[in-house]
C-alpha cells in the first residue's frame, strides 16, 4: 500500500478500561492494512468538559495515521471503529467508552461539509486535545491558527499576573 497521507486523531473515553478499549481500537482500525496507526501520544487524566455532571474523567491521546483513504472516508472508518468499541451516541458530550476525532491533515486541507469539519473546530481551543498533539506532531500547522506547538505551549502557560490597579 502506498499510504501517502497523515491525519492526526484524537482518542479519548470515560467509561470502562479506556486504554485497553484504545489498543483495541487501533488494532481495528488498522485491520484491513489501508490505516496504520504510526505514533501514538501518551494518555492524559482530564476532567470531564461539558456535558452531565459527575461523568468520571476522560484519558485523552492523538494519534498520527498514515492512509491513502480521503479525510470523509477515514471519518467513516473510526465511525466504525468507534461503534466495534461499544459507543453509543446518546448523551451529547456525555461519557463515552470511545471517541476517535478527526483533527488535522499534515498537508493543511480543509473540509467544510455537513458531516466533517476539519480542521477539528475546537482542536486550538483544548488542552487536552492539544497537549497530547504537540507529543507527536509539535510541527503541523492548523490553517490560520498557528503550529501546534505554539499553541500547546500558550494554552498550557500560566494567566499572567493582572496589572496593578492604580488607585
Ligand atoms: P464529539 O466528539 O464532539 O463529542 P461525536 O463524536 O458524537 O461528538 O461527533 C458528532 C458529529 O461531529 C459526528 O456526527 C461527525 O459527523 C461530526 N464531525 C464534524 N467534524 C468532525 C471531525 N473533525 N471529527 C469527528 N467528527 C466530526
Ligand atoms: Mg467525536
Known amino acids: ?22 489498543n ?10 489501508l ?3 504510526t505514533i501514538r501520544s501518551s494518555l492524559h487524566r482530564t476532567a470531564a468538559v461539558g456535558g452531565p455532571m459527575g461523568q468520571g474523567d476522560f484519558l485523552n491521546g492523538a494519534w498520527v495515521v ?10 467513516h472508518r473510526l465511525q466504525a471503529v468507534e461503534t466495534a468499541c461499544g459507543r453509543t451516541r446518546t ?5 463515552r467508552t470511545c471517541d ?3 483533527l488535522l491533515a499534515e498537508d493543511g486541507r480543509i473540509c467544510a461539509s455537513s458531516v466533517l469539519t476539519l480542521p477539528h473546530p475546537r482542536l486550538h481551543l483544548r488542552a487536552f486535545v492539544l497537549a497530547p498533539l504537540a507529543e507527536i506532531a509539535p510541527d503541523w500547522r492548523i490553517p ?9 505551549a500558550a494554552l498550557a502557560a500560566p494567566l499572567s499576573s493582572p496589572a496593578p490597579v492604580k488607585a
Open 144 to 152: 490560520g491558527v498557528g503550529q501546534v506547538s505554539q499553541l500547546a
Open 91 to 95: 448523551i451529547t458530550w456525555g461519557p
Open 100 to 102: 476517535l476525532d478527526l
Open 1 to 22: 500500500m502506498a499510504a501517502d497521507h497523515r491525519f492526526a486523531v484524537a482518542v479519548g473515553g470515560n467509561r470502562g478500561e479506556v486504554a485497553a478499549t484504545l
Open 66 to 75: 498514515t492512509t491513502d483513504f480521503g479525510p470523509h472516508q477515514l471519518l
Open 35 to 37: 490505516v496504520r496507526v
Open 24 to 33: 483495541w481500537a487501533a488494532a481495528l482500525l488498522e485491520a484491513d492494512g
